[in-house]
């Protein structure tokens, strides 16, 4: 991960301009200022120091399938040794979007978005499985994307 700067306080001006972020990423400074309460200049601050912290990204999320990504899958993997050593690997890998150390019958689960079949196949033989300490995958395909939503909110 790149070098942060330290993640800024939350306090609730911060917190509302990032949920008006999760409801619309491209709404402009000067009209978050307005339903927030502050000058353009103001937001234009905030947004930077959250970005700067590491607190929000603002991206583009695209459907996999329509931009040429038709094989989409989470995999399970069961490791031994260090467990974030082995998650910090994998997250290393171009094809991996996602990457999160478990308790439970997986240590590590990943999310993968790939081409095609033969590009999971691929990514599970010569990248996941390579990889030192891993010791067993299983690979749940994506069949249906029913839901995918950002706009949790704050607390």
Do not use: H
Request: charged residues 25%; hydrophobic residues 45%; glycine residues 8%.
């Amino acid at each position: 991960m790149p070098n942060r700067q330290p993640a800024p306080a939350l306090d609730d001006l911060s917190k509302r301009i990032i949920e008006v972020l999760q409801e619309d990423g491209r709404m402009s400074y000067a009209a978050i200022g307005k339903v927030v309460g502050l000058s353009e200049a103001a937001v234009r601050q905030r947004v930077q120091r959250l970005l700067d912290g590491g607190v929000v990204q603002i991206v583009a999320v695209t459907d996999p399938v329509q931009v040429g990504f038709a094989r989409q899958a989470m995999i399970g993997i069961r490791a031994e040794g260090d467990t974030r050593i082995v998650a910090d690997r994998l997250a290393e890998v171009p094809e991996i979007d996602y990457v999160v150390v478990t308790a439970g019958s997986f240590d590590v689960i990943v999310e993968a978005v790939c081409e095609d079949d033969d590009g999971l196949l691929e990514l599970i033989n010569a990248k996941i499985r390579a990889v030192p300490g891993v010791v067993a995958t299983e690979t749940f395909v994506y069949l249906s994307l029913r839901k995918q939503l950002y706009n949790w909110g704050t607390r």
